[in-house]
């Protein structure tokens, strides 16, 4: 089966887990730019319409799709092997939901709608990945959200325990807020959480991040930006990483300490 790890996925949306301002810029009518803008330098309120019209664009399909409605495409025997994993395969099984979601009839058609449409804003993106931009704008409801917001989820929020500040920690707090919120069933909650961290913070969906890892660090700050740079190159290159694999590529000599205490 395909996976959304080995898909051409193209650069995904502003990361919200650490933006710290939003400068409108003056911008036409249009709900989709000049084909030419790179996508780093299009205003907050650019984004803010096409969010609206990308969602809005979705209700108007007949019938609209949802999550719940994907579901009811996936045979119950392959949904229910996404869900039945134990440590350590849990954590490297996250996407595997997500990607039974993507491959449905509806999915596939919301994709390629969005793409018809869209494709000036976000060009490149393949079916697969269009199919997840449409899942995270049905989560939104079309609003692209403050700095630092998701879904109604607050990045920056402190929390309320030093368990919050945890980075390891991220992708659960995202998955319980969609869920109270109603945004998410607690069967499609998982998947849900992918696909906005996919379009969102990259860096909360690396493979066992060290639970003791402070989301405020430096050391988490650098994996960070060094997971955004990647995604500028190709954003598929974030999905399945191991956090390790990312500090031995910020400090090469990691690996050299590790080879000389093997000798």
């Known amino acids: 089966m395909t996976s959304i790890n080995n898909q051409p996925l193209a650069a995904p949306l502003a990361n919200h887990s650490h933006i710290t301002d939003r400068h409108e810029t003056k911008t036409t009518n249009s709900a989709r730019p000049e084909p030419s803008a790179p996508p780093a330098h299009r205003s907050a309120k650019m984004y803010d319409e096409t969010y609206l019209n990308m969602y809005n664009t979705i209700q108007q399909m007949k019938p609209p799709p949802t999550l719940e409605a994907m579901r009811a495409q996936v045979p119950d025997d392959k949904w229910n092997a996404s869900l039945d994993r134990s440590k350590p395969f849990r954590e490297l099984g996250r996407s595997y939901g997500l990607s039974l979601l993507l491959q449905t009839p509806m999915a596939q058609e919301l994709g390629r709608k969005l793409k018809e449409q869209f494709e000036d804003f976000f060009p490149g993106r ?46 659960s707090r995202l998955k319980t807020h969609l869920i109270a919120t109603g945004r998410a069933t607690p069967e499609l909650a998982e998947a849900a959480t992918y696909a906005l961290l996919w379009n969102s913070a990259p860096e909360y969906l690396l493979n066992f991040i060290p639970e003791n890892v402070n989301r405020h660090s430096d050391t988490w700050e650098a994996v960070r930006k060094e997971i955004s740079r990647m995604s500028d190159d190709d954003n598929q290159a974030p999905l399945g990483k191991f956090y390790d694999s990312i500090l031995d590529k910020l400090d090469p000599q990691r690996v050299i300490d590790r080879q000389n205490e093997g000798v």
């Not at 998701?150 to 945890?166: N, V």
């Open 126 to 171: 393949s079916d697969l990945s269009w199919a997840s931009l449409g899942i995270t704008a049905l989560l939104t409801q079309g609003k692209h959200g403050d700095p630092g917001e998701i879904a109604g989820f607050d990045f920056d929020s402190s929390g309320t325990s030093s368990w919050d500040e945890m980075a390891a920690n991220m992708f």
